[in-house]
């Protein structure tokens, strides 16, 4: 049983496809298809991921990376205004993400928790697409022109996410909110855009970046770590709120998570959770894009389980008979 | 100045003797067009997100996007152009390799006459300097210089001076040894000429030739680093692809048959580096003619 | 001689020193490493307690000392990713980097220097302006491009050869080789081929120069003229002479071989250094990246004495020491 780390994608495929490995995890997605059609000799193993691709974004009244047209400082944040943030969530394109950049690998949703989780929102759909209706939005928000922002993001963590970066930021720009790219290492990443915690690490208690591409995975299988994770305020001494980079506060959302939290009843605490979703995305604190299928390719001749929490294990392959 | 005038002449007759290189020359100059004229002769501009759309990605070449615009080249992953993304990319790089090459032989050149004027420790310590600046790899130089100074067109330019000041410094140096012990030379010093005057009208004139020629191939190679650089991610930023960073996106569609994403950029650096380096030998032989064969 | 020997031996120390000194103080400008490895949960005690683990809270001057004193120990401090020593996770690659390497130098003698002295021999005829536009192609060609190229015509289109890694290995004095195996050889083609195409076509043109100007010199003429065949003039006489100026090259290509290996290794995923730098560069792993120009540095020096000495002894010009 050998483990090759192949980091370079088209690599790892062309491994596959020589007959150098048995199985692959992350098969590029361009080449789903491709491996679909070759069913006699390879075969795909998916499954939906529980982790959330999102973009999240920052409340401070002056923003480094938001700046009006002409490059000048805004007098307003325009993220804090709901409109524009529905405006942003309807520019994206979900289904073409999913078509033409994930293979067809993608769950368009609403939601922060996965379908058959606990928490998860029959009534969160995902935002449709409408460019006009997002001009609009941004004309009614009193951003006629637009304005400009840079969209941050880890170039090497999740499925595609520079692809779909540089795909946000190109809808973005059609409906006037023009959008520079900045993409680094997760490492590298994920350091600056938590500096905003000020109790961790002090002297940073100001976060780096303004609009982001980020994503969450619900290991524990229902929404209460993961509403409160991610739409609770931000509260080290309470732990509440440790993924809400951008500070997103809403006293509704935090007395419901609250609640959800000390309530026995499964039931209740079932509502109580959606209700606190529905509440949180409806205002848009953060607007989820899709949720990951986590693919591998193996050759025929073998039979491969697939996990939600992405790991390969060495036991999940057998021979098929 | 009449004779420097007609040696020009009788050397720009001799360079056109070689068919290649003449066909270099006009490959480069293809290239120098379409490259300043990017902006008017492409049919999209790749750099401007607004015009791009995600449904026309992958589309292979002589296809039509959904607004009836043809893709003569295909597109890549975020549905630009690649024949416009080629026309800008080229700018990139020309300007990049020239301007660094160009910034390199100013430093180097002055560097040179320095030591070969002054002579002696000075003279020692310089070219201790750059034997030791010659015999580190560029792309290690390169890599850690953009390591340190961050990304972004005006590191890499400062990168790419650096690695490439060295060459021009010896080159020149050794050029102004030999003119200094020329008769000429001894001449212009005995008539108590200004120094700064020697060195316009009688050193550089002499040291072009071989500056000439050095800074052909030192364009090429350092058009070849960026490239190189940008395919490791060290380079400009993903929205403003230059060929390098093209070619590297194209590598994850290959695989499944989208091979244009990839070819083509490739071909036309390769052009550009080719026809440079063409014209540079030719340029050498028709200089050197010792070493003409 | 042997004052030669020592000469270059004390610039060489000399070298490593400015070496270290930049190397040292260029990657400390770097960007605050704890600040990219501390976990999440990290408070103010731990960040502290990490920073002094690394030794990373004394003045940079007495970083600098410590790092020389263990460095010539031997220990370049850990690696921030592995939690290995460096120069321990450096050398287990270094065997790779190398093979890559010399197949790349052998393959350039191998083609480049016969292509050269045919293109020489005969410069009018056409095979000869092919192997110079050939050349000219290999000269200007950007190396990630024709790798990528090679892939994808012998092992996507074709078929024939694979694409990625190293192929399987036979252990010779406690380190690995695969060009001792079949499948570690056809591992080893496409990379090295694309590592050797400049470096062929630097031989063809040396050796094509030479073989211009060595055809004409006196002791050839004279040596036809004694009745030599043909070939016995090329082999002793001709050959040696164009030697020289090729193997200077190529020892000094050498260490430049090893450098730029680090684009082919990321094209072909080969576990070799090279790909490590690339690696430790894009997470600011430092100590890595210190070990490796350390490593390298020091090769360096190595191949340029290990040159220097054969060109003397290949030279006897320059045996007097005295022609520098």
Same mark, same amino acid.
């Given at each position: 049983?050998?483990?090759?780390?192949?980091?370079?994608?088209?690599?790892?495929?062309?491994?596959?496809?020589?007959?150098?490995? &048995?199985?692959?995890?992350?098969?590029?997605?361009?080449?789903?298809?491709?491996?679909?059609?070759?069913?006699?000799?390879?075969?795909?193993?998916?499954?939906?991921?529980?982790?959330?691709?999102?973009?999240?974004?920052?409340?401070?009244?002056?923003?480094?990376?938001?700046?009006?047209?002409?490059?000048?400082?805004?007098?307003?944040?325009?993220?804090?205004?709901?409109?524009?943030?529905?405006?942003?969530?309807?520019?994206?394109?979900?289904?073409?993400?999913?078509?033409?950049?994930?293979?067809?690998?993608?769950?368009?949703?609403? !939601?922060?928790?996965?379908?058959?989780?606990?928490?998860?929102?029959?009534?969160?759909?995902?935002?449709?697409?409408?460019? &006009?209706?997002?001009?609009?939005?941004? $004309?009614?928000?009193?951003?006629?022109?637009?304005?400009?922002?840079?969209?941050?993001?880890?170039?090497?963590?999740?499925?595609?996410?520079?692809?779909?970066?540089?795909?946000?930021?190109?809808?973005?720009?059609?409906?006037?909110?023009?959008?520079?790219?900045?993409?680094?290492?997760? !490492?590298?990443?994920?350091?600056?855009?938590?500096?905003?915690?000020?109790?961790?690490?002090?002297?940073?208690?100001?976060?780096?970046?303004?609009?982001?591409?980020?994503?969450?995975?619900?290991?524990?299988?229902?929404?209460?770590?993961?509403?409160?994770?991610?739409?609770?305020?931000?509260?080290?001494?309470?732990?509440?709120?440790?993924?809400?980079?951008?500070?997103?506060?809403?006293?509704?959302?935090?007395?419901?998570?609250?609640?959800?939290?000390?309530?026995?009843?499964?039931?209740?605490?079932?509502?109580?959770?959606?209700?606190?979703?529905?509440?949180?995305?409806?205002?848009?604190?953060?607007?989820?894009?899709?949720?990951?299928?986590? !693919?591998?390719?193996?050759?025929?001749?073998?039979?491969? $389980?697939?996990?939600?929490?992405?790991?390969?294990?060495?036991?999940?392959?057998?021979?098929?008979? | 100045?009449?004779?420097?005038?007609?040696?020009?002449?009788?050397?720009?007759?001799?360079?056109?003797?070689?068919?290649?290189?003449?066909?270099?020359?006009?490959?480069?100059?293809?290239?120098?067009?379409?490259? +300043?004229?990017?902006?008017?002769?492409?049919?999209?501009?790749?750099?401007?997100?607004?015009?791009?759309?995600?449904?026309?990605?992958?589309?292979?070449?002589?296809?039509?996007?959904?607004?009836?615009?043809?893709?003569?080249?295909?597109?890549?992953?975020?549905?630009?152009?690649?024949?416009?993304? /080629?026309?800008?990319?080229?700018?990139?790089?020309?300007?990049?390799?020239?301007?660094?090459?160009?910034?390199?032989?100013?430093?180097?050149?002055?560097?040179?006459?320095?030591?070969?004027?002054?002579?002696?420790?000075?003279?020692?310590?310089?070219?201790? /300097?750059?034997?030791?600046?010659?015999?580190?790899?560029?792309?290690?130089?390169?890599?850690?210089?953009?390591?340190?100074?961050?990304?972004?067109?005006?590191?890499?330019?400062? +990168?790419?001076?650096?690695?490439?000041?060295?060459?021009?410094?010896?080159?020149?140096?050794?050029? +102004?040894?030999?003119?200094?012990?020329?008769?000429?030379?001894?001449?212009?010093?005995?008539?108590?000429?200004?120094?700064?005057? /020697?060195?316009?009208?009688?050193?550089?004139?002499?040291?072009?030739?071989?500056?000439?020629?050095?800074?052909?191939?030192?364009?090429?190679?350092?058009?070849?680093?960026?490239?190189?650089?940008?395919?490791?991610?060290?380079?400009?930023?993903?929205?403003?692809?230059?060929?390098?960073?093209?070619?590297?996106?194209?590598?994850?569609?290959?695989?499944?048959?989208?091979?244009?994403?990839?070819?083509?950029?490739?071909? +036309?650096?390769?052009?550009? /580096?080719?026809?440079?380096?063409?014209?540079?030998?030719?340029?050498?032989?028709?200089?050197?003619?010792?070493?003409?064969? | 001689?042997?004052?030669?020997?020592?000469?270059?031996?004390?610039?060489?120390?000399?070298?490593?020193?400015?070496?270290?000194?930049?190397?040292?103080?260029?990657?400390?400008?770097?960007?605050?490493?704890?600040?990219?490895?501390?976990?999440?949960?990290?408070?103010?005690?731990?960040?502290?307690?990490?920073?002094?683990?690394?030794?990373?809270?004394?003045?940079?001057?007495?970083?600098?000392?410590?790092?020389?004193?263990?460095?010539?120990?031997?220990?370049?401090?850990?690696?921030?990713?592995?939690?290995?020593?460096?120069?321990?996770?450096?050398?287990?690659?270094?065997?790779?980097?190398?093979?890559?390497?010399?197949?790349?130098?052998?393959?350039?003698?191998?083609?480049?220097?016969?292509?050269?002295?045919?293109?020489?021999?005969?410069?009018?005829?056409?095979?000869?302006?092919?192997?110079?536009?050939?050349?000219?192609?290999?000269?200007?060609?950007?190396?990630?491009?024709?790798?990528?190229?090679?892939?994808?015509?012998?092992?996507?289109?074709?078929?024939?050869?694979?694409?990625?890694?190293?192929?399987?290995?036979?252990?010779?004095?406690?380190?690995?080789?695969?060009?001792?195996?079949?499948?570690?050889?056809?591992?080893?083609?496409?990379?090295?081929?694309?590592?050797?195409?400049?470096?062929?076509?630097?031989?063809?043109?040396?050796?094509?120069?030479?073989?211009?100007?060595?055809?004409?010199?006196?002791?050839?003429?004279?040596?036809?003229?004694?009745?030599?065949?043909?070939?016995?003039?090329?082999?002793?006489?001709?050959?040696?002479?164009?030697?020289?100026?090729?193997?200077?090259?190529?020892?000094?290509?050498?260490?430049?071989?090893?450098?730029?290996?680090?684009?082919?290794?990321?094209?072909?995923?080969?576990?070799?250094?090279?790909?490590?730098?690339?690696?430790?560069?894009?997470?600011?792993?430092?100590?890595?990246?210190?070990?490796?120009?350390?490593?390298?540095?020091?090769?360096?020096?190595?191949?340029?004495?290990?040159?220097?000495?054969?060109?003397?002894?290949?030279?006897?010009?320059?045996?007097?020491?005295?022609?520098?």
């Amino acid at each position: 049983m050998v483990f090759r780390p192949i980091t370079q994608d088209a690599s790892r495929l062309a491994a596959l496809m020589n007959g150098e490995v &048995d199985i692959i995890d992350y098969p590029p997605t361009p080449d789903l298809p491709r491996l679909r059609q070759q069913s006699a000799r390879f075969t795909v193993s998916e499954i939906a991921s529980d982790r959330v691709i999102y973009i999240q974004m920052s409340f401070r009244d002056q923003e480094p990376f938001v700046r009006g047209n002409d490059g000048q400082p805004l007098p307003i944040n325009p993220l804090r205004d709901p409109r524009v943030r529905q405006a942003m969530s309807l520019a994206i394109n979900r289904d073409a993400i999913r078509d033409r950049l994930m293979g067809g690998a993608a769950l368009p949703t609403g !939601n922060i928790v996965p379908p058959g989780f606990f928490g998860f929102s029959e009534a969160l759909r995902p935002d449709p697409f409408n460019a &006009d209706r997002a001009r609009q939005l941004l $004309q009614q928000a009193g951003f006629p022109q637009g304005f400009r922002v840079t969209l941050h993001g880890p170039n090497n963590r999740y499925i595609n996410d520079q692809q779909i970066i540089e795909a946000v930021a190109q809808m973005w720009t059609r409906v006037g909110i023009q959008t520079e790219v900045q993409t680094m290492p997760r !490492n590298i990443f994920f350091t600056d855009v938590i500096r905003g915690d000020a109790l961790t690490i002090p002297g940073f208690d100001v976060g780096k970046f303004s609009v982001w591409l980020s994503g969450w995975g619900t290991a524990t299988g229902e929404a209460t770590y993961t509403v409160r994770g991610l739409l609770e305020s931000f509260n080290p001494e309470a732990g509440s709120g440790n993924a809400n980079w951008g500070r997103y506060t809403n006293a509704r959302v935090d007395a419901i998570s609250r609640r959800a939290r000390v309530t026995l009843d499964s039931n209740q605490r079932l509502q109580l959770l959606i209700q606190a979703s529905e509440i949180g995305l409806r205002d848009h604190a953060l607007i989820p894009i899709h949720f990951q299928v986590n !693919n591998w390719a193996h050759r025929a001749g073998l039979r491969h $389980q697939p996990r939600v929490n992405e790991r390969t294990y060495a036991w999940d392959v057998t021979r098929a008979r | 100045m009449s004779g420097t005038e007609g040696r020009w002449r009788a050397l720009a007759q001799e360079f056109a003797r070689a068919r290649g290189a003449v066909a270099a020359l006009l490959v480069l100059g293809l290239i120098l067009f379409v490259a +300043a004229a990017a902006p008017l002769i492409s049919p999209q501009d790749p750099y401007d997100l607004r015009q791009l759309d995600i449904m026309d990605n992958l589309q292979p070449p002589g296809s039509r996007a959904f607004s009836g615009m043809l893709f003569m080249l295909g597109t890549d992953g975020q549905g630009r152009d690649i024949l416009s993304a /080629i026309f800008y990319g080229l700018r990139t790089s020309l300007l990049v390799g020239v301007l660094s090459g160009t910034l390199a032989l100013l430093l180097g050149s002055v560097v040179g006459l320095v030591a070969a004027q002054a002579g002696g420790a000075l003279d020692s310590l310089i070219m201790r /300097i750059v034997d030791l600046q010659l015999g580190l790899p560029p792309i290690l130089v390169a890599l850690v210089l953009l390591v340190v100074l961050g990304n972004g067109a005006d590191k890499i330019i400062v +990168a790419l001076v650096i690695v490439q000041w060295a060459f021009f410094a010896r080159t020149v140096r050794g050029v +102004a040894l030999v003119e200094n012990a020329r008769d000429y030379m001894e001449a212009a010093r005995s008539l108590r000429l200004p120094r700064l005057r /020697i060195l316009f009208t009688h050193l550089l004139p002499n040291c072009m030739p071989t500056l000439l020629v050095v800074g052909t191939v030192q364009v090429a190679s350092a058009i070849s680093l960026e490239a190189t650089l940008s395919f490791l991610g060290l380079g400009l930023p993903a929205t403003e692809p230059s060929l390098g960073l093209l070619i590297a996106n194209g590598f994850r569609y290959m695989m499944s048959g989208n091979w244009w994403v990839s070819v083509f950029p490739g071909l +036309a650096l390769l052009a550009t /580096i080719m026809s440079i380096n063409v014209i540079g030998d030719r340029l050498r032989d028709v200089l050197n003619p010792r070493l003409r064969h | 001689m042997s004052v030669f020997i020592l000469r270059r031996l004390l610039q060489s120390v000399f070298v490593m020193l400015a070496m270290t000194l930049l190397v040292f103080f260029g990657v400390s400008i770097v960007g605050d490493p704890i600040q990219m490895f501390a976990p999440q949960q990290c408070d103010q005690r731990c960040v502290d307690a990490l920073r002094a683990s690394f030794g990373l809270d004394r003045p940079l001057w007495e970083q600098y000392g410590l790092f020389l004193a263990s460095a010539l120990r031997g220990e370049l401090g850990n690696s921030f990713q592995f939690g290995l020593p460096a120069l321990q996770v450096i050398l287990a690659r270094a065997p790779a980097t190398l093979e890559l390497a010399s197949a790349a130098v052998l393959l350039s003698f191998v083609v480049g220097l016969p292509l050269g002295m045919w293109a020489g021999l005969k410069p009018d005829a056409l095979s000869s302006r092919v192997i110079m536009t050939a050349s000219t192609v290999g000269f200007s060609v950007p190396t990630f491009w024709i790798g990528l190229i090679f892939i994808m015509i012998f092992s996507l289109w074709l078929g024939l050869l694979p694409t990625t890694g190293r192929g399987a290995t036979v252990t010779v004095l406690g380190i690995e080789w695969s060009f001792l195996t079949l499948n570690g050889l056809s591992h080893l083609i496409l990379p090295a081929t694309t590592l050797a195409l400049f470096n062929i076509a630097l031989v063809i043109r040396l050796a094509r120069a030479g073989m211009r100007e060595v055809l004409f010199a006196d002791y050839v003429k004279f040596a036809r003229a004694k009745g030599l065949s043909e070939f016995r003039v090329l082999s002793t006489h001709v050959l040696k002479n164009i030697l020289i100026p090729i193997v200077t090259v190529l020892g000094i290509e050498f260490g430049g071989t090893i450098a730029f290996a680090v684009v082919t290794e990321t094209i072909f995923s080969w576990p070799g250094m090279g790909k490590l730098l690339i690696d430790a560069i894009e997470v600011l792993d430092r100590p890595l990246i210190v070990a490796y120009l350390m490593l390298v540095a020091v090769l360096f020096v190595v191949i340029n004495l290990v040159v220097d000495v054969i060109y003397s002894l290949l030279d006897p010009r320059v045996r007097i020491g005295g022609w520098r």
